[in-house]
């Protein structure tokens, strides 16, 4: 396969240093420590104690740590031969994107020329590269590191642009980032995907699927998702009352999501069986929903409401909605992040919109509300074509059908010990395979 | 095999959308965000600025919530075929029981008629799932999901009633819930597996086992579980010294179970080996038995004899009665919670007696911690009993002899890599495994 | 082979109980609850409220014992055949230990006759046996669980009396310790290493390596060691600016690494692969690196160089020094601790030399930051080169050439579903496999 370059020696080695070098000399011109004399318009940081103030986030950004590394990470090791990348390229993508994300939020809000480094702008740095995460996975097995690498550095500069409009021009509520990372992230992804699509692949592929093992390695990351989507909605809100209404509507959302996912799934499936995917995803559905409406007064059950609905619309979207997009529309979502992140993410746009002009927000404005959504959709798609035509250069080292959904292409694969099956006879092979 | 409808395409979903329905109506009625104006007799809420209070409490919560989610729902994937039943049906329980716990706990601590969430609430809900989840590990692998929502009804309703009784009517102590959680949850475990008695059992299952991996994803489980074990302990304690101690006692008597299970685990099998069960449960008894007395003064060293003891009494107790259980009392314990939860919690019962009459609790008075073991024991036996009466009844999807343990009957289980084992030669096969 | 001895059945139970219960006898004796009246000239303890302070650290203290417990335990499961081990024996080593390094620290710094704990005495103690565990890495599938408690014991007091005199008496920083715990902890497990050569094991072994799962087992460590390195890094800072600075720094150092790591992996691998070896060590080694200089005013981008440099470093380690040192120095480092925790630690140190020198931290002395590594690097050499040779006193029960790497000659081992595979056809079956 000639047309195929996907070895990676100098491509990717090259690329990854020379980001890190350009990072480096940036920081050093442009980032300092917060010394707490910086007014941020934020409400966490009016004390004078900065510093101690800065600390008592602490633990929320180590909660939204651990659900962009291992929630994210682990929640793609579903795929029977796709493992390390999910995990790896997770951590390659993430550890790169939250550098380039502080620098692009940082440039929108500068002290005397300088980004001052606080635990907020380290969660809001995390927060960025979920989008990226989230795109990663509509595209997941059919892209190359060198692709995801140049999709990381567009997709958080156009994220970083979009969150500031929302955020600054608009003064949109969006505290969960219902709209500016999750609707955002999944039409990003899905544009990507478009552009990208592969004829080859119409009639499925036979590593596009799970083993029994690796949905357990894929419910690691949907439990600590779950369990720390609390701390996502409410890790930005202000401190007191609409951090914990934050919580707690989250909290109760992503618990009634569970049983109309576990209920839907059920009703859809051959013989009322559970489906793993299913199980895995719409379970999550409720704390995209419930973002831009998180610390409004929607009261406890006007969360679970939405996180219901949440369930029910992401199960039947994996149900019946994946399927039609792929066959029709050329939109292989290989995690089905539509059905996650973009679906529950209108949702809660929507939502919001409803919320604040019930008046459940003090000072929110419907209509900027409905403008904030239209400006994340519009952003991502856009900038997701724009982007996809790109990463569509052949010279990107993108993997050839047949070697799609397999880590060996890009990883040192170890000998497995069920090793005589057919599904391993391809024509890569890691270096321990040919040992064998 | 006519007399078991197992399939769960109407039955379950039906009663899984029923009862969510039911919730959000009664949240809607019952429930709101707590505004810092109520007074709970709780030591954390004395402050006027409760919302912050409230946040004070959020990392133990979350350390609770790891371990009720991913703890409890990873340790019981040492089954071999029951993984996904073993972290998803965790899941369902815990999620809906959360909800259930929080109207079942605030029915009893009305404040003009209104249930005020609170974090310390959200502790508590999550606590009130642990009872359920104990019992699930007693009937694992031999219950439908149908069956195991409706022990989860009835089994918080009567635990709330019991830790009503206990904790105001008696004023007993159990901050760590030795025997409010523990021995509840594990003797009304065990009267629902005695109910449920499977003579087709007796000579064991070949899914009632673990495999490589499997002890491993079961070791996620353990270890989380056994790391948050001073938060669970700690977490409703009284702030300032109680909680401190609390934390302390729970750390020193984990550390110290540690290596009493270790040493006769070996000492008991076979040539000196470590056995896996031992591992993953024994380790964990110091927590449980250290439950009733963890902020009392009695001493690390104190701690560490209780765990000590602990960790022999409950590697014996695999090793030597849960075999004697099953074969003479009919009493078929999955996970041998009898060892893990039944016998630490009575011991961590009677240490909180003991140590109460020693004086080291101010205030306490050691006949009304006899008075709380005792009921704690009785509502378990009778409540359990009579659940397990309700779920015998055959219309609830109950898996015949032959489907125990294995997911395929209630999951969707993909194609595995190693299928030409006679191991999974059932008459129910999944639809990929008809595909293989 | 009537030369080995490696029934545990009366040696282990009788080392561990034995060792447990001086342990109980000696905090009967010395160890008290913390009454917050003592001075502990630690900045965290100035309030009057110790109790509350103490608490503050609380979060980061589950932080770093996830770190210890998950981290470490995960990182070694990497091994196809030794995963009970690696998980298992490291809670051994690590809960025993933990109640050792309280003593063996505390008796640096006894308050009227008395250890007095507090969470920061936790933290350091769960400190204390990340050396061990460490060293554990180079010696991971040859040692029997009773070497390992012995190097435990004697490891962790070496460990106290360093640490005492390089912050005590040196008065050197080093507040992520990547001298007095890694370079320490790695060299100390190398002089063990090079004590237990094996010649038999010159050309490799066949259960010394991966498969596919056990690999992102180990991703699961690798991982939540990365997220939590911040924690481990200024969880003993001074409270304010300097803690701040750690969590920073750190952060920072780490993303920066990864860029490298992944990089410098692709770029010495067949093809441009990426190698899971290098992905799951040499992407910490930014953490390890930047301990020393954590809480100084070196920059994020001073942060990011250390980073940078260690991961190139680490991941050429991996390729090409460790090899080396296996072939020529006799020193077979099983999961390359040198390259991860050795040379990082030095140029962890270094950097502090050069960080002090430039004033980056107030009243530090570079001669004395110089001294310290000395000192570190000193006392592991020759501390673990007198282990080694107790160790090697035939009568522990070390496991013969032909049984490393393999946890059945410790563990009771399930029969696996892939049994006919030729290389578990060993001499030493378990019971399980025997019923086969």
Redesign the interface.
């Given at each position: 396969m000639p047309a195929y370059a996907t070895?990676?020696?100098?491509?990717?080695?090259?690329l990854?240093?020379t980001?890190?070098v350009i990072?480096?000399?940036l920081?050093?011109v442009f980032?300092?420590?917060?010394d707490g004399k910086s007014s941020h318009g934020s409400g966490h940081d009016t004390s004078n104690?900065t510093?101690?103030d800065?600390?008592v986030l602490?633990?929320?950004f180590?909660?939204v740590?651990?659900m962009i590394?291992?929630g994210f990470?682990?929640l793609m090791?579903f795929l029977?031969?796709y493992?390390?990348s999910s995990?790896?390229i997770n951590?390659?993508l993430a550890?790169?994107g939250?550098?380039w994300g502080l620098l692009m939020q940082g440039i929108w809000h500068m002290d005397h020329g300088k980004i001052k480094?606080t635990?907020l702008k380290?969660i809001n740095a995390d927060f960025s590269t979920a989008t990226v995460l989230i795109s990663f996975g509509a595209v997941l097995g059919k892209t190359s590191?060198v692709q995801l690498l140049i999709m990381t550095v567009l997709e958080i500069a156009i994220f970083a642009a979009n969150e500031h409009l929302v955020a600054e021009s608009l003064k949109a509520n969006d505290v969960g980032a219902s709209m500016i990372i999750h609707a955002f992230g999944a039409y990003f992804g899905l544009a990507v995907a478009r552009m990208l699509y592969r004829p080859g692949l119409r009639n499925g592929h036979e590593n596009d699927?799970?083993?029994?093992?690796s949905?357990?390695?894929a419910?690691?990351g949907t439990?600590?998702l779950?369990?720390?989507w609390p701390?996502f909605n409410s890790a930005i809100a202000d401190?007191?009352?609409p951090?914990?209404?934050a919580?707690?509507n989250t909290?109760?959302s992503?618990?009634?999501c569970?049983?109309?996912a576990?209920?839907?799934s059920?009703?859809v499936?051959?013989?009322?069986?559970?489906?793993?995917v299913h199980?895995q995803n719409a379970?999550l559905a409720g704390g995209v929903a419930v973002g831009t409406c998180a610390d409004m007064?929607i009261?406890?059950?006007g969360a679970?409401?939405i996180g219901?609905l949440a369930g029910i619309i992401s199960t039947l979207g994996f149900k019946f909605l994946s399927p039609v997009l792929a066959a029709n529309l050329g939109i292989q979502d290989t995690c089905g992040v539509h059905n996650l992140h973009g679906m529950p993410g209108i949702l809660g746009g929507l939502a919001g919109i409803v919320a604040v002009a019930l008046g459940k927000k003090e000072g929110g404005d419907a209509a900027m509300q409905a403008a904030a959504l239209a400006s994340s959709l519009g952003f991502a798609l856009v900038g997701g074509a724009v982007t996809g035509f790109i990463m569509k250069l052949p010279v990107w080292g993108q993997p050839p059908d047949q070697n799609c959904f397999d880590d060996s292409i890009?990883?040192?694969?170890?000998?497995?010990?069920?090793e005589n099956?057919e599904?391993l006879a391809h024509g890569e092979h890691?270096?321990?395979k040919a040992e064998a």
């Open positions: 070895n990676m020696r100098f491509k990717f080695p090259i990854a240093l980001l890190e990072i480096i000399i920081f050093a980032v300092v420590y917060d104690d510093h101690v800065n600390m602490y633990p929320m180590q909660d740590h651990v590394f291992i990470g682990f090791t029977k031969r493992g390390f995990v790896g951590l390659l550890a790169f939250l550098q480094v635990i380290m590191p699927g799970s083993v029994y093992h949905d357990l390695f419910m690691i439990v600590f779950w369990m720390f701390s401190s007191g009352v951090q914990f209404t919580v707690v909290y109760f992503l618990a009634a569970v049983l109309s576990y209920a839907i059920s009703l499936e051959h013989k009322g069986k559970l489906d793993m199980i379970t007064n009261g406890p059950f679970m409401l219901f890009y990883w040192e694969v170890p000998e497995e010990e069920e099956e599904s890691s270096k321990n």
